[in-house]
């Protein structure tokens, strides 16, 4: 087994870095007027072939594989100073994107995947509703066949890029006697009749990322727009998270790769007690921990990225990177505060911020209860 990366993706992971420094981080800075990203950085995404990463070539993506995709979401991550903005990026490609391209019919991926795969086009997933959060596949949203078409009736609850997307995968139930068995996915055009989003909401963390309710009041949605056969909306959601919660999760290894950078460098620089703050003990373990939970949940989400790859059952796997990562990053977001001290809770050295957008990581993809529930299972619990 070799899931350490390779020269190749090395390289791929620097482009991102420095594409991110360069040109998306200023853009950021020069943001005006909108708590979450604009058109020019979201072309920038697509400019470098973030949204596309793994989407194939034929339509319109780079086609690289797992472990690829998330050494370049790492990069770009350590380099784009809104973590909200990745965020973004990556449920675009892994919750709405790939799905189409790996269960939608030839005629519809070639209609949305390379609008998706430039930037033309933003993605979104819904699923989410207010009594189907955890309990993922009980949805009240219905889908009814009316002839050549289904009309669609329901809400939304936390559509990420919901305020701006162009298209949305929206899953809802055709046949709600069968269970999760009855559900099907449709690709759902912001201009259909019937369909509305409600305002931005304001979240702890990933500010930079919109999120929103949005509501289907009898859209009527043409037959050919359902990916893949009726009844698998829920093996399509299942392989989505699959994508999200390995590859996604490298955006975290990218900010708590750029946090203990700081980390260290702060306590080199500031003295306390006549000596360097790094020299006393409680701050270096903190430090090391820092080092031990990065390197760790780098080592767990490559093995998953590996595997997925390879085409081999990696649930498990999955889970426990995705567990790992996103715990870690609450924990180190902590322990930076506490290395910084005050310097730490002023909103200007962005070490807050890292910590604010950690913890929405517990929740989104499947909470940590979750992820502990499917790692007992594959330990035979």
Not at 24 to 40: I, K, L, M, T
Not at 268 to 278: E, P
Not at 297 to 323: D, N, P
Request: hydrophobic letters at 40%; one cysteine or more; aromatic letters at 8%.
């Amino acid at each position: 087994m070799e899931f350490f990366s390779t020269a190749q993706q090395d390289r791929l992971y620097d482009e991102a870095r420095e594409f991110a420094e360069e040109r998306v981080s200023p853009a950021v800075r020069q943001r005006a007027g909108s708590p979450y990203f604009g058109e020019h950085e979201w072309r920038l995404c697509g400019e470098l072939g973030l949204l596309g990463a793994c989407v194939p070539p034929q339509y319109g993506g780079r086609g690289h594989d797992a472990l690829t995709v998330a050494r370049i979401v790492e990069g770009f991550s350590r380099g784009c100073t809104d973590t909200g903005l990745v965020f973004s990026a990556c449920a675009h490609l892994f919750a709405c994107a790939m799905p189409i391209v790996e269960h939608a019919d030839e005629q519809l991926k070639k209609r949305v995947v390379p609008r998706m795969a430039s930037g033309e086009w933003v993605g979104a997933n819904a699923i989410t509703e207010a009594d189907a959060g955890s309990d993922v596949f009980a949805l009240s949203c219905r889908a009814v066949r009316d002839g050549d078409r289904y009309v669609i009736t329901g809400a939304k609850s936390y559509v990420t890029n919901g305020p701006v997307a162009d298209c949305f995968l929206v899953y809802a139930s055709t046949e709600p006697a069968h269970g999760y068995l009855g559900i099907s996915a449709f690709v759902v055009e912001r201009e259909t009749p019937g369909l509305s989003c409600g305002a931005h909401f304001d979240k702890v963390g990933l500010t930079g990322a919109p999120v929103c309710e949005v509501r289907l009041e009898q859209a009527p949605v043409d037959a050919r727009n359902r990916v893949g056969p009726e009844g698998s909306g829920a093996a399509i959601f299942r392989s989505s998270m699959d994508w999200e919660r390995a590859c996604l999760f490298a955006q975290y290894l990218g900010v708590m790769d750029r946090q203990l950078d700081a980390v260290i460098a702060f306590a080199k620089r500031r003295r306390q007690f006549g000596k360097a703050l790094g020299r006393h003990q409680a701050v270096a373990h903190r430090a090391a921990d820092m080092k031990l939970r990065l390197d760790a949940g780098r080592l767990l989400l490559h093995r998953a990225c590996w595997m997925k790859t390879q085409g081999l059952e990696c649930t498990l796997e999955i889970s426990l990177a995705k567990l790992a990562i996103s715990e870690a990053a609450v924990t180190s977001g902590i322990d930076a505060i506490q290395i910084f001290g005050g310097e730490g809770i002023k909103s200007e050295t962005g070490v807050a911020t890292a910590l604010r957008d950690a913890i929405p990581g517990t929740v989104f993809s499947g909470t940590s209860e979750i992820q502990r529930d499917l790692i007992a299972r594959g330990l035979g619990l």
